[in-house]
């Protein structure tokens, strides 16, 4: 296991920081199938894009009208990296908010959904349920959460420090039924977990899970 040190939280931020636009070029499709499906599932438009990665969630702001949803979504980007931020407000035209998924400062029931791809990856695993407590707090009755993971392959939790030809970033790899039961220990519903195949490595299963604030 590698401990997350403050001082590795900070290389996966400047990562973030120095390699945006690049990242954004290597990722430039939505995961648009899985969007609207988190659509659907809304009571009202407030999104939170949490780990925005550079706007990808500006696609929300379609979907109300085109999926007759009778509503137009409100998409709020957040991320840690100040450069995430600032490509979310410039490609994805999106309002957005430097901030630290290990500290929301959100008020309660402030959301309908919160949408996170990949970003809860970041974050050890004693901190998980914190940000998955404070996710709760911050959605409305009946809220939705998504989540896109990269699970471990065992059946137990791993973590590393990957390096690419691109540069270093912290992973923790959670098996898909130990996040399924603390979502549920957390006052989740988990409405749907599906696994989507392995990655371009042929290491990891990437995991999709939909549930609601009870």
Same mark, same amino acid.
């Given at each position: 296991?590698?401990?997350?040190?403050?001082?590795?939280?900070?290389?996966?931020?400047?990562?973030?920081?120095?390699?945006?636009?690049?990242?954004?070029?290597?990722?430039?499709?939505?995961?648009?199938?899985?969007?609207?499906?988190?659509?659907?599932?809304?009571?009202?438009?407030?999104?939170?894009?949490?780990?925005?990665?550079?706007?990808?969630?500006?696609?929300?702001?379609?979907?109300?009208?085109?999926?007759?949803? #009778?509503?137009?979504?409100?998409?709020?980007?957040?991320?840690?990296?100040?450069?995430?931020?600032?490509?979310?407000?410039?490609?994805?035209?999106?309002?957005?908010?430097?901030?630290?998924?290990?500290?929301?400062?959100?008020?309660?029931?402030?959301?309908?959904?919160?949408?996170?791809?990949?970003?809860?990856?970041?974050?050890?695993?004693?901190?998980?349920?914190?940000?998955?407590?404070?996710?709760?707090?911050?959605?409305?009755?009946?809220?939705?959460?998504?989540?896109?993971?990269?699970?471990?392959?065992?059946?137990?939790?791993?973590?590393?420090?990957?390096?690419?030809?691109?540069?270093?970033?912290?992973?923790?790899?959670?098996?898909?039924?130990?996040?399924?039961?603390?979502?549920?220990?957390? #006052?989740?519903?988990?409405?749907?977990?599906?696994?989507? #195949?392995?990655?371009?490595?042929?290491?990891?299963?990437?995991?999709?899970?939909?549930?609601?604030?009870?």
């Amino acid at each position: 296991m590698v401990e997350r040190t403050p001082e590795i939280k900070q290389v996966t931020i400047d990562f973030y920081n120095r390699f945006c636009y690049q990242y954004w070029e290597r990722h430039p499709n939505a995961p648009v199938k899985s969007m609207e499906k988190f659509a659907k599932m809304l009571r009202g438009p407030n999104i939170l894009d949490l780990g925005c990665g550079g706007g990808h969630s500006a696609v929300f702001k379609m979907m109300g009208i085109k999926l007759g949803l #009778g509503m137009h979504l409100n998409p709020i980007a957040a991320d840690i990296s100040p450069i995430m931020c600032l490509a979310a407000k410039q490609k994805g035209g999106l309002p957005a908010v430097v901030m630290d998924q290990e500290n929301l400062c959100f008020k309660p029931n402030s959301f309908d959904g919160a949408w996170l791809s990949k970003s809860l990856l970041h974050s050890p695993s004693e901190v998980v349920p914190g940000i998955l407590a404070d996710l709760r707090l911050i959605l409305k009755p009946r809220g939705v959460l998504f989540l896109g993971m990269q699970a471990s392959i065992g059946q137990y939790i791993e973590t590393e420090l990957k390096t690419t030809e691109i540069g270093t970033r912290y992973y923790c790899y959670w098996p898909t039924y130990r996040l399924h039961g603390l979502l549920e220990t957390l #006052g989740f519903a988990v409405e749907e977990l599906s696994i989507h #195949g392995k990655d371009s490595l042929n290491k990891r299963n990437y995991f999709e899970i939909f549930a609601v604030k009870e």
